[in-house]
């Protein structure tokens, strides 16, 4: 079945330690997303990219890193210097813009 | 710059009630997209509607019904005859503008989001 895959579910940081989390689409989607939820508010871009070696940053891009080596990864890393990492991380894609996003089934972070 | 405002943060109705969410947005673009999308309990977003700004025609898909009015710059999601299973956190989104060519990176602004909750 093709579809966007995250992982992990849940994840916990540690003070000072940067964490990746993983995103993967087999729909052959040009275009992928990184959003963060916070309860009570809407979802807010912090990368996107529309291929592969490019990316651009969102509204919150502060305190993260993406790459984007391959068509189906964009893998979202949570630095150090993100200070209130603690969020719903929501990866999405789409063939191309206007076109409705697919979305994972997201990644819980939170500091220990 | 856009934005998507959903005033209604929580609503709360028993089954078989009819039950409208609200959305309004603002840009200063001629051409934009308007979303919909459910976030159930297990988290991913659902996509449910894309409208495009020259379409106003009112949609119905099963219980679910659409009206998109420019003029007043909503775009209201009606649920008829409600299920606990509609019980979700429903988003409205705007895209972008087209750029230069036509072409969108798809950019997404998101309202807060509505909390229903259907009881039996």
């Known amino acids: 079945d093709g579809g966007i895959t995250q992982s992990p579910k849940y994840l916990f940081r540690k003070e000072g330690q940067n964490v990746t989390l993983s995103c993967e689409q087999n729909?052959?989607?040009?275009?992928m997303y990184w959003y963060r939820q916070d309860p009570g508010q809407g979802l807010r871009l912090i990368y996107y990219?529309?291929?592969?070696?490019?990316?651009q940053k969102g509204d919150i891009a502060e305190g993260y890193s993406v790459s984007r080596e391959k068509k189906e990864s964009f893998p979202l890393t949570v630095t150090s210097a993100q200070k209130n990492p603690t969020a719903f991380y929501l990866c999405a894609s789409t063939l191309r813009g206007f076109q409705p996003q697919h979305f994972g089934d997201g990644t819980r972070l939170s500091i220990l | 710059a856009q934005k998507v405002t959903q005033a209604q943060t929580e609503i709360s109705v028993v089954e078989k009630e009819d039950v409208t969410l609200d959305c309004v947005y603002e840009t200063r673009d001629t051409t934009y997209y308007l979303f919909w999308y459910k976030q159930p309990p297990s988290g991913e977003l659902v996509f449910l509607i894309r409208r495009n700004s020259f379409d106003e025609q009112n949609e119905i898909s099963g219980r679910y019904s659409w009206n998109f009015q420019k003029s007043t710059s909503s775009f209201n999601f009606t649920i008829t005859a409600s299920q606990v299973v509609d019980s979700a956190v429903y988003f409205c989104?705007?895209?972008?503008?087209?750029?230069?060519?036509?072409?969108?990176?798809?950019?997404?602004?998101f309202g807060q989001g509505t909390i229903l909750t259907v009881h039996p």
């Open positions: 989104a705007l895209s972008e503008a087209a750029r230069a060519g036509g072409t969108s990176y798809g950019k997404l602004t």
């Open positions: 729909l052959n989607h040009d275009a």
């Open positions: 990219s529309q291929i592969v070696n490019d990316f």
